[in-house]
């Protein structure tokens, strides 16, 4: 039986030393997630920068063109960039050497089901570019399930990943743009089980398909919702006690 990491690692081979990381510099491959107009640059000025995570960071280009950003840059004191291939971990060493942003970049390898080694409440902001849309489900779920776990409270994801549901267990390679199983609705739920509150979802065309791709934002309650919520539990909890009492007591 496939495994979480068994299907992580043949999805992640196939990136190895791919043509697409070349192609993928090109400006106008880059601008479609920070161009101002775009729904990617509208969610992403949700987050709070300070301590950011670029989960499947390929060889940087998400991370270099954030870090280029006046109106984002200042705000932020430490990036994270996390991949499961230690090509890209490399790539993305070599290319941040000599940056004057240097100080601020951390790159780890990461096992391709969550965001070990870092902390719990450890971070303000995760966002994922380009890539989780070629994950196995399973992968996702795991992943969502493990933000909770990295966020502050009050911290937010953004992730863009797949809303193809058409070809339950085909090869992902087989799909539209490599997409991998997943939809906006399942996501939407995984989020609220692992008790992450999902504030937006968009859905996206991707070269000519339509709502192929989704935008997900998500965020760890604040400590005071979560008192609030665990309020509203024992509350409910009561009540249900005295109405079943005297239900009990009008037999």
């Known amino acids: 039986m496939a495994t979480i990491g068994s299907r992580t690692s043949s999805i992640a081979s196939d990136w190895k030393s791919n043509s697409y990381y070349l192609a993928a510099e090109q400006e106008r491959w880059v ?13 992403f000025d949700h987050l709070d920068v300070r301590k950011v995570v670029d989960l499947a960071c ?11 950003l006046e109106s984002v840059a200042p705000a932020i004191e430490k990036v994270y960039l996390l991949d499961v291939n230690q090509e890209n ?11 004057a942003n240097n100080s601020r970049i951390e790159m780890k390898k990461i096992s391709g089901a969550d965001f070990r080694p870092l902390e719990d409440s450890s971070i303000t902001a995760i966002f994922c570019y380009d890539a989780m849309v070629h994950f196995e ?34 090869d992902y390679k087989e799909n539209p743009h490599w997409r991998n199983y997943m939809s906006k609705s399942l996501f939407a739920h995984a989020a609220n089980r692992a008790g992450l509150s999902v504030l937006d979802q968009v859905t996206i065309e991707w070269d000519g398909e339509r709502n192929l791709d989704c935008l997900s934002l998500l965020e760890r309650p604040k400590d005071t919702d979560r008192i609030q919520t665990a309020r509203r539990e024992r509350n409910r909890d009561l009540y249900g006690k005295i109405r079943r009492k005297l239900m009990s007591l009008r037999r």
Not at 32 to 43: E, K, S
Not at 139 to 151: F, K, P
Not at 161 to 167: E, K, L, Q, R, T
């Open 89 to 99: 971990i490399d790539a993305c060493t070599e290319r941040f050497r000599n940056s």
């Open 58 to 68: 390929g060889h940087g280009r998400q991370s270099a063109r954030m870090l280029s």
């Open 31 to 43: 601008d479609v997630f920070w161009n101002a107009a775009t729904p990617f640059r509208r969610l």
């Open 137 to 170: 489900y399973d992968a996702v779920l795991s992943y969502i399930n493990d933000a909770a776990r990295i966020l502050q409270p009050g911290g937010r994801a953004l992730f863009h990943h797949s809303n193809f549901v058409s070809a339950p267990g085909a």
